[in-house]
């Protein structure tokens, strides 16, 4: 009187394919939701990484551009260049003996 013991497994499968098919289908949609939630969540919060990276960025060639603005303003000042052609290029104004005006009719 040997009794063999029935395969949990199989027995389980069984269950599920013929009377647990609702319940079976509910699980599944349940995980394919879960998922979805957890890519959306990833996807926003790199995209959202993306976003304050490139603000960062923009906020530094921002501050880089006001700096060459005001670094362009010192080097075109007009005592400055009037000081350096008269050291480095030996210029000097001339008399007003030697100036001659040409006007245009």
């Not at 269950?15 to 957890?38: C, K, S, Y």
């Amino acid at each position: 009187m040997s009794q063999t013991k029935p395969n949990l497994a199989k027995l389980i499968a069984f269950d599920l394919l013929t009377v647990g098919r609702i319940p079976l289908i509910m699980l599944m949609l349940i995980f394919a939701t879960a998922m979805g939630v957890v890519f959306t969540t990833h996807h926003t919060r790199q995209s959202i990484t993306q976003k304050d990276l490139a603000l960062q960025d923009r906020d530094h060639l921002d501050n880089e551009w006001r700096n060459l603005i005001l670094e362009e303003t010192a080097l075109a000042e007009h005592s400055r260049v009037q000081d350096l052609a008269r050291k480095d290029l030996e210029m000097k104004r001339p008399d007003a003996d030697k100036e001659v005006v040409i006007e245009l009719k």
